[in-house]
């Protein structure tokens, strides 16, 4: 009988050999035996070593999307909600792999493709605060570059945190981010 593959340990072992050894030394041989398969089953699962990245990408994202974000009509309890929910795949393992993937995307173009997922979620996002923009709680202008003046600081907090964790970087104070957000662009 086959030896069942446990996605999530693939994943899991993918990102931790990426933040170890970079793309370039994230080889397949590594990635298979950190995930306790053979380098052939990874290949006939998952195809190319970027598109295996790709999805455990994907698969970080979607660990996290038990709690939504969806438009309730109470816009600082909804903008403090993705910012709690970018906080936490940041702080899983995005914190490092984003800026690693982001490094390396110039000479790998393969890996453009992992930024989809991120992308996806922003504009879903951007989805929300252009119902916000439409109610006329929140003042006009493109709804992604909002949300990127939204999740910035949450995201430059995230990654020096995790960069250097004995650096005195203060935990991210939400409700004082959203309120500072509203109070920059409220009609």
């Known amino acids: 009988m086959a030896k069942q593959i446990n996605d999530e340990q693939v994943y899991e072992a993918v990102l931790s050999v990426l933040l170890e050894k970079g793309y370039a030394g994230a080889t397949t041989k590594l990635i298979a035996k950190k995930a306790g398969i053979n380098e052939v089953t990874l290949f006939r699962k998952y195809g190319s070593k970027s598109e ?19 438009y309730t009509g109470d816009v ?11 906080s936490g ?18 000479r790998y173009p393969e890996l453009r493709e992992t ?3 991120p992308h996806e979620q922003i504009k879903t996002f951007g989805a929300i605060i252009g119902r916000y923009q439409a109610d006329g709680v ?25 960069a250097n964790p004995e650096l005195a970087i203060p935990p ?3 409700a004082d981010l959203v309120d500072r957000f509203l109070k920059g662009n409220q009609t």
């Open 138 to 162: 929140i003042r006009a202008g493109d709804p992604v570059l909002m949300v990127t003046t939204l999740l910035g600081p949450a995201i430059v907090n995230n990654m020096l945190r995790s």
């Open 76 to 86: 600082t309890a909804d903008l403090a909600k993705m910012v709690s929910f970018h």
């Open 172 to 174: 991210l104070d939400v």
């Open 52 to 70: 295996l990245v790709a999805a455990a990408v994907a698969h970080q994202r979607f660990k996290f999307d038990h709690s939504p974000v969806e």
């Open 89 to 106: 795949i940041t702080a899983a393992h995005a914190g490092r792999l984003f800026p690693l993937i982001l490094a390396e995307m110039v």
């Open 115 to 117: 930024m989809r997922v």
